[in-house]
């Protein structure tokens, strides 16, 4: 019995880790992975683990085997593709897919401590001038920038403000997010 999983490696091939699609397809099955599928270059991944393998352990193996064949440290954040499908359901941002590149989820591996919790609530306060706003629902940030979230100042200070709480954080653009769970369920 195998349980799938999606495995969103942060930083692929937009921070200083190169690793093309066919790498990390590779590094997948070398360690057991099967059925294992790549959706872009960005690392999303989505395959089949033995069935008691959780998705702290995937993410680990992962992590790990990375590391080990790159020099470098990816931290990778994983869903069921039932807990993906949730977090798409939740949108509060509805609205939004209309205008998929304005609604990104930032995934976290963890929820947030309240204190982190407390922080994001100051800040989305602050930024309630902003076109821009956020909500954070479990271990799901969500972005609304209709300007694009490279000009989003509060995007970039939500997801730091998580981050400095211990949490890895990795986003995806709507469109992403909602083929990444296609793959998973075909």
Same mark, same amino acid.
């Given at each position: 019995?195998?349980?799938?999983?999606?495995?969103?490696?942060? =930083?692929?091939?937009?921070?200083? /880790?190169?690793?093309?699609? *066919?790498?990390?397809?590779?590094?997948?099955?070398?360690?057991? @992975?099967?059925?294992?599928? /790549? $959706?872009?270059?960005? =690392?999303?991944?989505?395959?089949?683990? &033995?069935?008691?393998?959780?998705?702290?352990?995937?993410?680990?193996?992962?992590?790990?085997?990375?590391?080990?064949?790159? +020099?470098? &440290?990816?931290?990778? /954040?994983?869903? %069921? &593709?039932?807990?993906?499908? !949730?977090?798409?359901?939740?949108? &509060?941002?509805?609205?939004?897919?209309?205008?998929?590149?304005? $609604?990104? #989820?930032?995934?976290?591996?963890?929820?947030?401590?309240? *204190? /982190?919790? +407390?922080?994001?609530?100051?800040?989305? !306060?602050? =930024?309630?001038?902003?076109?821009?706003? @956020?909500?954070?629902?479990?271990? %799901?940030?969500? $972005?609304? #920038?209709?300007?694009?979230?490279?000009?989003?100042?509060?995007?970039?200070?939500?997801?730091?403000?998580?981050?400095? =709480?211990?949490?890895?954080? %990795? !986003?995806?653009?709507?469109?992403?997010? %909602?083929? $990444?769970?296609?793959?998973?369920?075909?």
């Amino acid at each position: 019995m195998t349980t799938r999983h999606i495995a969103l490696l942060r =930083g692929i091939n937009v921070g200083g /880790v190169r690793i093309s699609m *066919a790498q990390q397809r590779h590094l997948a099955e070398a360690l057991g @992975f099967t059925d294992v599928r /790549v $959706l872009l270059q960005t =690392g999303n991944l989505v395959l089949s683990a &033995p069935g008691d393998a959780t998705p702290a352990q995937v993410a680990a193996a992962l992590t790990a085997r990375i590391e080990a064949d790159h +020099g470098a &440290p990816v931290p990778v /954040v994983t869903r %069921t &593709p039932s807990e993906l499908a !949730a977090e798409l359901a939740a949108n &509060p941002y509805p609205e939004a897919t209309d205008v998929p590149a304005s $609604l990104h #989820c930032v995934f976290l591996s963890a929820p947030p401590e309240p *204190a /982190v919790r +407390g922080a994001l609530d100051t800040l989305g !306060a602050e =930024g309630a001038a902003s076109p821009n706003s @956020f909500r954070l629902l479990g271990r %799901t940030l969500y $972005l609304h #920038c209709p300007d694009g979230i490279g000009r989003s100042r509060l995007a970039a200070r939500a997801i730091r403000a998580v981050e400095r =709480g211990g949490v890895t954080a %990795t !986003a995806r653009n709507w469109n992403t997010a %909602t083929r $990444l769970l296609a793959l998973a369920r075909s």
